[in-house]
Nanobody, 118 residues
Framework: VQLVESGGGMVQPGGSLRLSCAASGFTFSSYHMSWVRQTPGKGPEWVSFINTGGGSTNYADSVKGRFTISRDNAKNTLHLQMSSLKPEDTALYYC????????????WGQGTQVTVSS
């Protein structure tokens, strides 16, 4: 199993970024996926969820209305479109595979850094 995030960077407040997660080594379309973020000194914060088919999504209140999760099962890719970015969105963003057995996450990528600063 491999999850590789990309698309992070530095952006000014109010700007946009699109994160991607390339999945390999498993049947991507069979797993729910999530984005999770972490800042130094804090625990992981769940950001967004998408089900296997992409028809059901959910968002943390802190990002609702600004972020959009999507997936392309034909290309084994997960995305997170982030708009109206705020300094508090600064974090290392991970894509995570949903665990069938525990309901948590069983695999994570290495993360991509998002920094929102003027």
């Amino acid at each position: 199993v491999q999850l590789v995030e990309s698309g992070g960077g530095m952006v000014q407040p109010g700007g946009s970024l699109r994160l991607s997660c390339a999945a390999s080594g498993f049947t991507f379309s069979s797993y729910h996926m999530s984005w999770v973020r972490q800042t130094p000194g804090k625990g992981p914060e769940w950001v967004s969820f998408i089900n296997t088919g992409g028809g059901s999504t959910n968002y943390a209140d802190s990002v609702k209305g600004r972020f959009t999760i999507s997936r392309d099962n034909a290309k084994n890719t997960l995305h997170l479109q982030m708009s109206s970015l705020k300094p508090e969105d600064t974090a290392l963003y991970y894509c995570a595979r949903g665990s069938v057995s525990t309901g948590g996450y069983d695999y994570w990528g290495q993360g991509t850094q998002v920094t929102v600063s003027s």
